[in-house]
């Protein structure tokens, strides 16, 4: 029994949900030995409007205890300006359960969805580690003489050895496990000679110890230039939080958009793991029935095969590309079909893939 909380959020994260939950209870519909159970969690902009519970202090390490994954869609509604429930969640799941690894594959799955002249599914097929839990995002700072003509803004980056050794070596065990040759390590360790020098040095001693895997280093403003000159010489890429956040939009892009992005969080140690598409709640067509629910779905094989069921997240992943290749697509991706009619797709194509 694989046991998923699930949070659906706000905007569209509550409709792209609802078809990841509709495409993996299909598959379990054909495939009697994939058990699941699901506990819904309402937390979001609707829950805190009415009772002003973002994420309850206590909660997460109980969540924890009682599944095997989470399954999040997206938080941030315009009705709560200041997004504070939306920190909750996210600051609760990621840094309160320490889930250090986000992981984000960057798979082109068509080329006419790569913006790159001549790329295909061979050229765009990486992995981004982007540490989450430090970096420039642990809001670690503050503001002095705020609003006056003297006003500082200090914003500090926390680099702390376990936490950069750990990401890492999360980024060789996976390459070393997934047959992977190639792992780029990314900084900017030439300018940020204290908080970086840590990830040059700490890189070093771990690459040693893989010394099967080819190791490659590039300043990150060489790597962005990089991924769009030559996204094939790229397999695995390990790097910072804010980074991380911005080379992995970058991937999104080259594999067709926001709207096909996974990712997973996970603390390996741990053993729970948070999965979630990349997009946020999208306001401005939340309800419209045109969010495009790959992501979300990709999101689900993604969290499948880290909880050990390979083929079935298979399935899912032949699926998606079954309806690219028809064209059963919503408009971002040059469909005509609303965020249900791609979910019937995908059901019907579980059904018949997993069986
Ligand atoms: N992990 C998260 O929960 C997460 C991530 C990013 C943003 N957010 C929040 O989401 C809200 C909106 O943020 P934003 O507008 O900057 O980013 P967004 O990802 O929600 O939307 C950016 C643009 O992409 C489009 N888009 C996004 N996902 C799509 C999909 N699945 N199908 C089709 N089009 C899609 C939107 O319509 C919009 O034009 C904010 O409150 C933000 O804080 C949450």
Same mark, same amino acid.
């Given at each position: 029994?694989?046991?998923?909380?699930?949070?659906?959020?706000?905007?569209?994260?509550?409709?792209? /949900?609802?078809?990841?939950?509709?495409?993996?209870?299909?598959?379990?519909?054909?495939?009697?030995?994939?058990?699941?159970? #699901?506990?819904?969690?309402?937390?979001?902009?609707?829950? #805190?409007?009415?009772?002003?519970?973002?994420?309850?202090?206590?909660?997460?390490?109980?969540?924890?205890?009682?599944?095997?994954?989470?399954?999040?869609?997206?938080?941030?509604?315009?009705?709560?300006?200041?997004?504070? =429930?939306?920190?909750?969640?996210?600051?609760?799941?990621?840094?309160?359960?320490?889930?250090?690894?986000?992981?984000?594959?960057?798979?082109?799955?068509?080329?006419?969805?790569?913006?790159?002249?001549?790329?295909?599914?061979?050229?765009?097929?990486?992995?981004?580690?982007?540490?989450?839990?430090?970096?420039?995002? *642990?809001?670690?700072?503050?503001?002095?003489?705020?609003?006056?003509?003297?006003?500082?803004?200090?914003?500090?980056?926390?680099?702390?050895?376990?936490?950069?050794?750990?990401?890492?070596?999360?980024?060789?065990?996976?390459?070393?496990? =997934?047959?992977?040759?190639?792992?780029?390590?990314?900084?900017?360790?030439?300018?940020?000679? #204290?908080?970086?020098?840590?990830?040059?040095?700490?890189?070093?001693?771990?690459?040693?110890? #893989?010394?099967? /895997?080819?190791?490659?280093?590039?300043?990150?403003?060489?790597?962005?230039?990089?991924?769009?000159?030559?996204?094939?010489?790229?397999?695995?890429?390990? *790097?910072?939080?804010?980074?991380?956040?911005?080379?992995?939009?970058?991937?999104?892009?080259?594999?067709?958009?926001?709207?096909?992005?996974?990712?997973?969080?996970?603390?390996?140690?741990?053993? /729970?793991?948070?999965?979630?598409?990349?997009?946020?709640?999208?306001?401005? /067509?939340?309800?419209?029935?045109?969010?495009?629910?790959?992501?979300?779905?990709?999101?689900?094989?993604?969290?499948?095969?880290?909880?050990?069921? *390979?083929?079935?997240?298979?399935?899912?992943?032949?699926?998606?590309?079954?309806?690219?290749?028809?064209?059963?697509?919503?408009?971002?991706?040059?469909?005509?079909?609303?965020?249900?009619?791609?979910?019937?797709?995908?059901?019907?194509?579980?059904?018949?893939?997993?069986?």
């Amino acid at each position: 029994m694989l046991r998923i909380a699930v949070l659906p959020g706000d905007g569209i994260g509550k409709e792209v /949900i609802d078809v990841g939950v509709d495409v993996m209870n299909a598959l379990a519909e054909v495939r009697p030995d994939l058990k699941l159970q #699901y506990e819904w969690l309402d937390y979001g902009a609707d829950r #805190y409007l009415r009772d002003g519970v973002g994420f309850p202090d206590d909660e997460r390490n109980a969540i924890a205890e009682r599944n095997d994954a989470i399954f999040l869609g997206a938080v941030g509604d315009p009705r709560v300006p200041s997004n504070e =429930h939306a920190r909750q969640i996210i600051l609760e799941t990621r840094f309160g359960l320490d889930l250090y690894v986000n992981l984000r594959p960057c798979k082109l799955l068509d080329a006419r969805f790569c913006p790159l002249k001549d790329k295909g599914p061979d050229d765009v097929d990486f992995t981004v580690f982007r540490e989450n839990t430090e970096g420039l995002y *642990t809001g670690v700072g503050g503001i002095f003489k705020k609003g006056t003509a003297d006003e500082v803004a200090i914003q500090s980056s926390i680099n702390t050895r376990k936490g950069v050794e750990r990401i890492i070596r999360a980024a060789y065990e996976f390459a070393d496990k =997934h047959g992977k040759k190639r792992v780029c390590m990314s900084d900017k360790s030439n300018a940020l000679r #204290y908080g970086h020098d840590v990830w040059m040095r700490v890189w070093k001693l771990v690459a040693a110890e #893989y010394p099967a /895997i080819e190791s490659r280093h590039l300043y990150v403003d060489v790597l962005a230039m990089e991924l769009v000159r030559h996204p094939e010489d790229f397999e695995v890429i390990v *790097t910072s939080n804010l980074f991380g956040d911005i080379i992995t939009d970058l991937g999104a892009a080259l594999q067709g958009g926001l709207g096909m992005a996974a990712s997973a969080n996970m603390n390996p140690e741990r053993g /729970i793991g948070m999965f979630e598409p990349v997009h946020g709640s999208a306001p401005d /067509i939340a309800g419209q029935d045109k969010a495009n629910p790959i992501a979300a779905v990709a999101s689900t094989a993604l969290m499948l095969q880290s909880l050990g069921r *390979t083929a079935d997240g298979a399935v899912i992943e032949q699926a998606i590309a079954l309806a690219l290749a028809e064209n059963a697509t919503t408009p971002d991706l040059g469909g005509n079909l609303g965020t249900r009619g791609v979910r019937d797709f995908l059901v019907d194509a579980v059904r018949r893939l997993g069986a």
